[in-house]
């Protein structure tokens, strides 16, 4: 044997593959519901108490061998195109045993190709709620293969599940047979295999004698009536859908439901994102206080400390988007939802799965894009791709929520609420607008063949396990934040620096002038000359047709790192370190600038509402270029994201700043 | 010749034939509609498009032209 067996772990969709991976390794994915959901595949050695030494690998779904989206083609792939040494010593394929004969497809195909298979049939307390169970043995003889039965939750049956793997580690590697793929894409042999499937699941389905009664009813039973028994969808669901999937209702419960759910990320992320604001100015003063007037204090308070408040500000809303994410898609919901909005979808080249990579577009385009891979039409899943950067994400709102106080009355701060709401609601008409008119005039643009389908198994409902949800919530803030957070604050430390040198120490007439004045008049004389000064006056001219000065001009450009650095940038240009609070310091201090060259208000109603329709296009962030070029396995489309994105930006903010002065607002 | 995508509401069929001239029929046959299986349309949106059908004790939702491939008796 070689050094490190190898064990793949692949099932369908819903057959409660990643408990199971849960169970082994120890760590706390979340349990597969939509399709998909564990879009790369996970690798862990197994816990040490189970005296496995081989590496489990965890799969996307994979309803057959014959791939039909990306995910799946990587699975096949990953199954067949590798060198002898990396083919898997074993394949666990995991089968929900109330959806047996479905499932047992995936089953026969890698039994039929010649792999070392074993088979775990998860979920058996459902089935035995409906009064049936499963005889593994026989099943296991018909098959020829190992078979166990397990309960996810409970762990039952993974000690029988350990022993059977240890001893088909034992058994000498199985190569698989590319050929037979050809095979299983006859439609004869699908039907073949399926007729075979259920004899053997006639054989193998027995009734559980519970009680006398019951049993004597079931032994009057003869199998096709017995089959259709066990075959019966769960009645709760049924009648959940008859409500939730009401012929009218439904779409307008659905739109009451995504209303509900953004709504709630504000409200339940301000009041956090105002306590991490308050946190960290009031740390920044204390370090400001304390070391004294000199450019290492300026450099913690000013760069360390606000950077990292920076980076922190639009948790909140992350962890909460997510958090809602994970418990609709628990329950079940998610998947109906993809089902209602297909159609609207397909009639702008999109599909009803866009739905869920667009719903995670609002916390990260990032973790959206990857989740693109379960649409199986290459057109709809680029394009897909292609307008994901224009879902308001979560780093977008730090710069709503600063231009929205600054267009709020200050007497009437419910307004802010109703103004956010509303720019969320523009942003998600206009994106429609911009994927409509793509998909019409670029059919070029993207060349794929037109087989659009949507084919889409809805869950069962479920009562969401909030372990999961919260561990998952947890786990992709926390990867943002790893990936976010250096850029952002680096850029922070980069800008400070910027706007600090090379006029470190200005020499001003202090006589007559008190210790506060001093420090206020050297720190405007230092940002005067200083880098970024001489950066904004290049592109100056540029912003000026907008109403923006270098000033802006500036906090945009490192805004193209990430966009909620644009906040921060703003801070550090205006000099934001005293007072109790920086959202109001910056607010003060914007209510004060003015245009230098022209000496006009820099921030009116006009600029700002121009501000949020750049906001609101501009594809600003280097990381979703990034994920987008190597997803779409080309630099066109995250080019033409740039190009078509940030002008349309310039030109809608062009507009709107001119459109508004015409009529007379400025 | 009837099809799924013509089933009424709430109305159960069994399942004849699978036209594999559409190109989904591949999946289509792969995620259980088979000749022989009962199926029963259970919900129509508002759009009449996408179906859901249950099948093999499990709902599934397809596209009306992807159900006009299932040929019902």
């Not at chain 1, 049936?132 to 762990?155: A, H, M, Q, Y």
């Not at chain 1, 292609?386 to 710069?399: D, E, G, K, N, T």
């Not at chain 1, 802006?552 to 240009?573: K, M, N, P, Q, Y």
């Not at chain 1, 190597?630 to 030109?651: D, N």
């Amino acid at each position: 044997m070689q050094d490190t067996a190898l064990i793949y772990l692949i099932g369908p969709p819903n057959s409660g593959k990643t408990t199971l991976f849960n169970i082994f390794s120890g760590k706390h994915f979340k349990t597969v519901n939509y399709p998909g959901s564990t879009v790369e595949y996970s690798s862990s050695d197994f816990l040490d108490k189970f005296e496995i030494k081989a590496k489990l690998f965890d799969f996307p779904g994979l309803i057959s061998l014959n791939p039909d989206s990306l995910d799946e083609e990587i699975v096949v792939e990953s199954l067949f195109n590798n060198s002898k040494n990396d083919c898997p010593n074993l394949i666990l394929v995991t089968a929900d045993s109330s959806q047996i004969t479905r499932h047992l497809l995936l089953t026969k195909q890698l039994i039929d190709a010649g792999f070392n298979v074993v088979l775990v049939l998860t979920m058996k307390d459902i089935l035995f709620r409906k009064n049936f169970k499963i005889n593994t043995e026989k099943l296991s003889e018909l098959l020829g293969i190992d078979v166990v039965s397990i309960n996810g939750r409970t762990e039952d049956g993974i000690d029988l599940l350990v022993s059977a793997i240890k001893k088909n580690l034992n058994k000498p590697k199985a190569f698989p047979n590319p050929d037979k793929l050809k095979e299983f894409k006859t439609k004869d042999s699908l039907i073949k295999t399926f007729e075979n499937i259920e004899q053997i699941a006639s054989k193998v389905i027995e009734p559980i004698n519970i009680d006398i009664e019951k049993a004597n009813n079931q032994l009057n039973i003869l199998n096709p009536v017995l089959r259709e028994y066990s075959q019966k969808p769960d009645e709760l669901t049924l009648k959940i859908d008859k409500i939730l999937l009401h012929k009218y209702f439904g779409f307008i419960f659905f739109l009451l439901m995504m209303g509900a759910v953004f709504t709630s990320i504000f409200w339940l992320a301000a009041p956090l994102m105002d306590l991490v604001d308050s946190l960290f100015s009031s740390l920044a003063n204390y370090a400001s206080n304390s070391l004294g007037n000199n450019w290492y204090s300026d450099l913690i308070a000013d760069g360390i400390i606000s950077g990292t408040g920076a980076v922190l500000i639009f948790l909140p809303q992350i962890l909460i988007l997510f958090l809602i994410l994970g418990l609709l898609e628990d329950t079940g919901y998610l998947a109906r939802g993809a089902m209602l909005i297909d159609k609207p979808l397909s009639k702008i080249g999109l599909n009803g799965k866009s739905f869920v990579p667009m719903l995670s577009g609002f916390a990260c385009a990032i973790p959206a894009i990857l989740s693109t891979r379960t649409i199986s039409n290459r057109r709809e899943r680029l394009l897909t791709i292609f307008i994901i950067p224009l879902m308001s994400c979560s780093a977008r709102l730090p710069v709503y929520v600063l231009l929205i106080a600054f267009l709020t009355p200050q007497d009437k701060p419910w307004l802010a609420g109703f103004f956010l709401s509303f720019v969320y609601l523009v942003s998600i008409i206009l994106s429609i607008i911009v994927a409509y008119v793509i998909n019409k005039f670029n059919k070029n643009l993207i060349k794929s063949d037109d087989n659009s389908s949507f084919i889409l198994e809805l869950p069962t409902y479920k009562l969401p396990k909030l372990k999961n949800v919260l561990r998952n919530s947890y786990e992709n803030s926390k990867e943002y934040i790893l990936r976010a957070g250096p850029v952002i604050l680096i850029l922070s430390l980069i800008i400070w620096f910027l706007t600090y040198f090379p006029n470190y120490s200005p020499q001003i007439e202090k006589e007559g002038l008190s210790e506060d004045e001093v420090i206020l008049l050297e720190n405007s004389e230092r940002l005067a000359n200083s880098y970024a000064a001489k950066i904004g006056e290049i592109i100056e001219p540029i912003m000026l047709p907008l109403g923006f000065d270098w000033r802006i001009g500036v906090s945009l450009i490192t805004a193209f790192a990430a966009r909620e650095v644009f906040v921060s940038s703003l801070a550090l240009i205006f000099k934001i370190t005293e007072e109790e609070n920086i959202q109001t310091s910056l607010l003060n201090a914007m209510r004060e600038a003015k245009i230098e060259s022209t000496g006009e208000k820099l921030f009116t109603t006009s600029t700002s509402i121009g501000l949020i329709f750049f906001f609101i296009f501009a594809m600003q962030c280097i990381s979703t270029l990034a994920v987008s070029k190597k997803e779409t396995g080309s630099w066109r489309i995250p080019i033409l994201q740039l190009i078509i994105f940030t002008s349309t930006a310039y030109v809608s903010t062009f507009l709107v700043v001119n459109f508004l002065r015409a009529l007379g607002i400025n | 010749m009837r099809k799924a995508s013509e089933m009424n509401f709430g109305e159960k069929c069994i399942i004849k034939d699978i036209n594999d001239m559409n190109p989904s029929y591949k999946r289509i046959l792969e995620i259980g509609f088979t000749p022989g299986q009962e199926i029963q349309l259970v919900n129509t949106s508002i759009f009449n498009d996408p179906l859901t059908f249950s099948l093999r004790g499990t709902l599934i939702a397809l596209r009306k032209n992807q159900a006009d491939s299932i040929i019902i008796n």
